[in-house]
């Protein structure tokens, strides 16, 4: 598409090796005024990822054998994870952590066609399967098919099904509520208690937690329930649209841990001092306050980190860059068309791990509305132009 090629530089004119003094004084300018540099964000994840740990340990300690949710390994994702986060303070780590069924339970994915979203839904039917075979006579697991109503009653905990579902689908608001009630109860025992104190914010479909230390230091951490789809990269996730708010039994396709793995490819990739991440917090900042998404920001930056070779990424490139951006993007609002970056992408990169069925179907248009709504067209241009 044009939005591709004709805003795209030539890169032969941009292989002089002398710094203009002009941009760099551009940058400088950037710097003071945007905060240009990218937040210190490493410690962060790691104390985030240190506290992650620990809790799913005293988490598999208290439920590996009985019939609450096996807690994966938490999975960062989001701004602060891919190293751009346009916040100047008060950073959100998210977290992703997936879900398995115990013993004794299966997971079958269903669309849920009953709700217009940008994503797709789905709900997590959970079904009971037979636990007598190969069980050994001292195991105190109980089989929800074939053990008594009575023998199951007094000897182990109610069925998942009781607990956590809504009839025969998996509840993110009831997961969230359960989950929120362990960390409480299990803050006392971790060993970033010494250090922090916690408070877990309100929130239906997920667990936020605001870690406050004795210096000042503030830490918010969001803890999202998920599904993995198969073995791929992408995910169901517990948290709604802005937009809409689905019943909790709702689950929507996630992308997210694919971005967090693409950002992750680029940066062993790219030349040491690589600009995309500040090109992407500088782009950021500048469409605050604007109706247009970060996300639709984001995927024009994933674009072009597949169009334009990441050896022109380097730091004195960093204002061209910039301008390939924001020209990419307004050339999309002109065609009222932003290609979805992980479906239908025959660029992907091997590495990102995608159902067979997102890399066949065809590209879905994320300026949709902006096709259908000629005068939201007008707005969001004439906004950009602004901008």
Same mark, same amino acid.
């Given at each position: ?7 795209? &530089? ?10 203009? $003094? ?75 952590? $997936? ?12 669309? +849920? ?24 006579? +001292? ?9 008594? @109503? ?38 006392? @025992?971790? $060993?970033?208690? &010494?250090?922090?104190?916690?408070? @877990? ?89 604007? +109706? ?29 860059? @910039? ?13 009222? &068309? ?5 479906l239908g992408n025959e660029d992907m990169p091997e590495e990102i791990s ?18 259908? +709504? ?14």
């Open positions: 598409s044009t939005c591709e090629v004709e805003n795209i &530089r030539d890169s032969e004119s941009e292989e002089s090796e002398e710094e203009n $003094p002009a941009d760099m004084n551009m940058i400088c300018i950037f710097s003071r005024r945007f905060q240009l540099s990218v937040p210190k964000l490493a410690s962060g994840r790691r104390v985030v990822q240190e506290l992650l740990t620990d809790l799913l340990q005293v988490s598999h300690d208290l439920f590996s054998d009985s019939s609450f949710l096996v807690l994966e390994p938490a999975i960062g994702v989001g701004s602060a994870y891919e190293g751009w986060s346009p916040q100047k303070e008060d950073v959100v780590y998210c977290m992703f952590v $997936p879900l398995k069924p115990p013993r004794g339970y299966v997971f079958h994915l269903e669309p +849920d066609t009953m709700w217009e979203m940008p994503q797709i839904c789905r709900r997590v039917r959970v079904e009971l399967v037979c636990t007598c075979a190969g069980k050994q006579p +001292d195991q105190k697991m109980l089989c929800f098919l074939h053990d008594s @109503v009575e023998e199951l009653k007094n000897n182990q905990a109610a069925s998942l099904l009781h607990t956590l579902c809504t009839g025969l689908y998996l509840d993110g608001e009831k997961i969230a509520l359960w989950f929120q009630t362990f960390v409480i109860s299990a803050w006392s @025992v971790l $060993p970033q208690s &010494r250090q922090y104190r916690m408070k @877990v914010l309100p929130s239906c479909r997920s667990c936020k937690m605001k870690l406050m230390k004795a210096s000042g230091r503030t830490l918010y951490v969001k803890m999202i329930f998920c599904v993995q789809l198969g073995n791929s990269d992408i995910f169901l996730s517990s948290q709604p649209t802005e937009a809409k708010y689905p019943p909790g039994t709702t689950w929507l396709e996630s992308f997210a841990v694919a971005e967090a793995k693409f950002f992750r490819r680029v940066s062993m990739q790219a030349p040491p001092h690589s600009c995309h991440l500040k090109c992407l917090r500088l782009c950021a900042r500048l469409l605050e306050g604007s +109706d247009l998404p970060i996300y639709a920001l984001k995927t024009t930056v994933m674009h072009l980190l597949t169009l334009i070779p990441l050896s022109e990424w380097q730091h004195r490139y960093l204002m061209m860059r @910039v301008d390939d951006i924001m020209r990419y993007l307004r050339c999309c609002l002109e065609e009222k &068309r932003l290609k979805h970056f992980f995608l159902p067979p069925a997102f890399q066949e179907a065809q590209p879905l248009n994320l300026f949709q509305h902006l096709a259908q +709504d000629p005068a939201a067209q007008t707005k969001a241009l004439k906004e950009f132009d602004k901008l």
